[in-house]
Each structure stands twice: as structure tokens, then as C-alpha cells.
């Protein structure tokens, strides 16, 4: 299985990293933020750098559906993942185009009140995981996979 592992960097990086167990065995590649703490982190792994920000610079939005497509065609990954933030959002609304599975987790620290990212791709997602029982209510359909960290 081919992996794109699309994410934020600082927290949302931190969570996918710990999900390592999981897509440490697989084929992967990332999309992430041009900052030096997803250059560190991710240091050995392939990765294609984001405009940032995101859905708050419509220019940058529109660069990175662009950077979404042309990523997606080249990687032609089985799944594209992500833990946010708004870097889902050209990834998983083109994802199937290439066919791609999209899965999505919440953020932890999305306790009591859905994200702004997660509402923007809850559309978009085959699968859709919280980390808190309570946020099934703002998501039906969604999976309770408890805490990730």
C-alpha cells in the first residue's frame, strides 16, 4: 500500500508521526509545510512542500489544489491521510480522481467542538476517525479510535 500522509506541521505533524507503527510499513510520502520542524522530522522520508498558508490565502489555497494534482498524479497513492489542518482539503477533494481512499483524523485537541478543517473534508472522507466519543455527534458515521499520543 502507497501512502501521502498530508499535515500541518508542529501538532498535527506530532500525531501522525506517533502513528508511525502504522505506516512505518508501507510505501509513503508526505505534504507538509516548508518549515525546519517538518525538515527535521521528516529528514528521511520524501516529502513535498505546501504553500503556506492555506485556506486563509485564497492565492496559496488555489497553488496548493494545483500542487494537490500534480502530487497525487505523480504518487498515485491508495490512501492519503491526514490529521489537518487545512492542508486536507485540496488532497482529499481530488484524492478519488486518482483513486485514492482518504481518511481523516480529528485532532486530539478537538474534545468538544469540531475543527474547521475537519468540517471543510468530512465530506471528502472515506473514513473518518475522532479521538473522543463525543465528537461522533458532530460527525455520523465516524470511528472513535481513542487518543493517538
Not at 509545510?33 to 525538515?39: I, L
Not at 455520523?140 to 499520543?149: A, E, H, I, M
Amino acid at each position: 500500500m502507497k501512502i501521502l500522509i498530508a499535515c500541518s506541521s508542529g501538532g498535527h505533524l506530532t500525531q501522525a508521526l506517533a502513528l508511525r507503527e502504522w505506516w512505518g510499513e508501507h510505501e509513503r510520502c508526505w505534504a507538509t509545510f516548508p518549515v525546519e520542524d517538518a525538515r527535521s522530522r521528516l529528514s528521511e522520508e520524501k516529502v513535498y512542500e505546501i504553500h503556506y498558508p492555506t485556506v486563509r490565502n485564497v492565492p496559496n489555497l488555489l497553488r496548493n489544489f494545483g500542487l494537490a494534482r500534480r502530487v497525487l498524479a505523480a504518487e498515485r497513492p491508495d490512501v492519503v491521510f491526514s490529521t489537518g489542518a487545512a492542508i486536507a482539503l485540496p488532497f482529499f477533494t481530488q484524492a478519488r480522481f486518482f483513486g485514492a481512499r482518504t481518511v481523516y483524523l480529528e485532532p486530539v485537541d478537538r474534545i468538544t467542538s469540531p475543527g474547521l478543517s475537519g468540517r471543510l473534508v468530512y465530506p471528502f472522507a472515506d473514513e473518518f476517525l475522532v479521538q473522543w466519543e463525543q465528537m461522533r455527534e458532530f460527525y455520523p458515521g465516524s470511528r472513535n479510535v481513542g487518543v493517538v499520543l
